[in-house]
């Protein structure tokens, strides 16, 4: 279980970091994009992106900001700090050579059965 949450956070921190680099954004709004996006294949919950972006902030990766929104309410935005755009490349590298990695196992597999099939 504890290699499956690893993974899970490496995903979710990936793509906050993603999402920073286009533009400053609040947890929220992260939120509801991942959602949006992946067309509800991902559904990452509040809490879980809190609980990375204080990590992230925490190591110096993103920073936070506050800003007025409407005649009383504040937002906090986070910003992507050059640490964080380091840390996003080394993760976003290690996440395609994993994937490619499975996709070369898996896809051989199921060759092999289609062919095993025709037989």
Do not use: W
Not at 13 to 19: K, T
Not at 26 to 39: C, V
């Amino acid at each position: 279980m504890a290699a499956s949450n690893n993974f899970f956070s490496g995903i979710t921190d990936m793509l906050i970091l993603y999402f920073l680099r286009q533009k400053d954004c609040y947890g929220y709004e992260m939120t509801k994009a991942i959602s949006e996006l992946s067309e509800g294949l991902l559904n990452i919950s509040i809490n879980t992106i809190y609980t990375s972006i204080y990590k992230m902030e925490n190591d110096g990766l993103i920073s936070e900001y506050s800003k007025l929104v409407g005649k009383r309410r504040t937002r906090v935005y986070y910003h992507l700090e050059p640490a964080g755009i380091t840390h996003l490349e080394k993760l976003l590298f290690a996440y395609h050579s994993m994937v490619s990695g499975v996709e070369k196992i898996t896809g051989k597999a199921i060759s092999e059965e289609n062919s095993n099939d025709v037989t």
